[in-house]
């Protein structure tokens, strides 16, 4: 199902590039996820090639769910870290209470999608209409600001350094995108990354060390809910409350979900909440998780960042996505190659980031703009004051065992005031 789209696609979802193309607008998308993916195991204390694998193998589930018709790159999602944190550590270290509830929140997708399958589409467009669609994504885009400037150096404590190194790759990728030709200006975040880390090369901010250590080919440290006779580490499936308190997060991430395929959408044109549907991108979603956690990875999440990328380089292509994650898969079994990635500064990252989350922030003022939303109507200015305000000012709401904050909150005040607010009269 085609909506217009935000951006003049070069090629469409449906399309693939040459072979040779392909390969490196696949690698710009595996540059895209590294940094965020590798970061959340690390923060967890969890293998890196684990989440690594499990991401690759996640978007290829996600993929054949939604029958290779949406984008979408699945990496290791930050909602979880505290709620996972804290089951580690009220079972003394033991992830055993962490994974599985990890796994049955992916079981809880499944369900959620069962019962959208059930009660249908509709009343998508009731809950998200253009005034909530826009600031929406605006907040996704710019809730994903602080951790770009942060990378970036660009801080109160900053190093200059970093500063400058982020400085240069955020350039590369704005004048390869604004004054390349041709193949250059479709894998500019490709040639940022190159540029801005043979740069922080040269200012010394590269540590060689974790190459010199990682082996040539390493099996990724999975950890199994079985016994596999000292291969593995292992753990074991835990079902008491420190288990259950996990679940709730899923009222987040759903809300997340739909949001990013909701942006995904204005770039590519297509209304993915219909066409596969919102029940299939859940159940992609859901497995991708459950597999993941199963495996000792973290849990899954649709990936801002690769969105970003699509909207930059216009190049939608399901193919790529596809082909990320094959070489994402390979890369984890390549110790040497996963570590020189890894030391990759974050400067470069943050370089890169600032445009990547602006571009995806300000699809959301496309969206307002395309749809004519008129802001001369006090109920569309509240609606979308309340939603940017308490989507990007930190607002934090605790219901129980659940906290609702940035896209989820800012979601959920606009649902409501938009079904509650009446129309103002036109005299």
């Not at 589930?61 to 505290?82: C, D, E, N, Q, R």
């Not at 996972?84 to 994974?99: F, I, P, R």
């Not at 993915?272 to 159940?283: A, S």
Request: glycine share 12%; net charge neutral; hydrophobic share 50%.
């Amino acid at each position: 199902m085609k909506q217009e789209s935000t951006v003049d696609l070069l090629l469409d979802v449906d399309q693939r590039p040459s072979a040779g193309k392909g390969i490196l607008l696949s690698f710009q998308h595996v540059f895209a996820m590294f940094g965020a993916t590798i970061l959340v195991p690390l923060i967890l204390g969890m293998p890196v090639s684990v989440a690594l694998f499990a991401s690759g193998v996640g978007t290829l589930i996600y993929m054949i769910s939604t029958g290779f018709k949406v984008p979408v790159y699945l990496g290791s999602s930050f909602a979880f870290i505290t709620a996972m944190s804290l089951a580690m550590k009220e079972m003394g270290g033991d992830v055993s209470a962490a994974q599985t509830g990890v796994i049955l929140t992916g079981l809880v997708y499944v369900l959620v999608a069962a019962g959208v399958c059930f009660a249908g589409t509709k009343w998508i467009d009731k809950l998200l209409p253009p005034i909530i669609i826009g600031p929406m994504i605006i907040v996704i885009g710019l809730g994903l600001a602080g951790s770009a400037v942060t990378n970036a150096g660009l801080v109160a404590d900053g190093n200059w350094k970093n500063a400058l190194v982020a400085v240069v790759t955020f350039l590369i990728a704005a004048f390869i995108n604004t004054k390349g030709k041709g193949f250059l200006r479709i894998i500019p975040f490709l040639f940022a990354i190159i540029g801005g880390y043979l740069f922080a090369l040269t200012l010394g901010l590269v540590d060689f060390t974790p190459v010199l250590k990682a082996n040539w080919f390493e099996i990724p440290g999975f950890y199994l809910p079985f016994s596999t006779g000292g291969a593995f580490k292992e753990y074991n499936l835990y079902f008491g409350p420190e288990t259950i308190a996990i679940l709730p997060i899923a009222i987040v991430t759903i809300s997340e979900h739909i949001g990013d395929h909701t942006v995904l959408g204005q770039i590519c044109g297509r209304q993915f909440l219909k066409e596969p549907g919102l029940h299939r991108t859940l159940l992609g979603d859901g497995i991708a998780t459950s597999v993941s956690a199963f495996l000792g990875g973290p849990a899954n999440t649709t990936y801002g960042e690769n969105t970003g990328v699509i909207g930059m380089t216009r190049i939608a292509s399901v193919s790529v996505i596809r082909n990320a994650a094959f070489i994402a898969i390979a890369l984890s079994f390549l110790g040497k190659f996963t570590a020189l990635i890894s030391t990759i500064p974050n400067a470069v990252l943050g370089g890169m980031s600032i445009l990547l989350y602006g571009v995806i922030a300000s699809n959301g003022l496309k969206v307002l703009i395309k749809e004519r939303v008129d802001f001369a109507q006090m109920r569309n200015l509240i609606i979308a004051s309340a939603m940017l305000v308490l989507g990007l000012g930190g607002a934090i709401l605790k219901l129980g065992p659940v906290t609702l904050s940035g896209t989820a909150l800012s979601a959920m005040t606009g649902i409501i005031l938009n079904l509650i607010l009446p129309y103002e009269n036109k005299d």
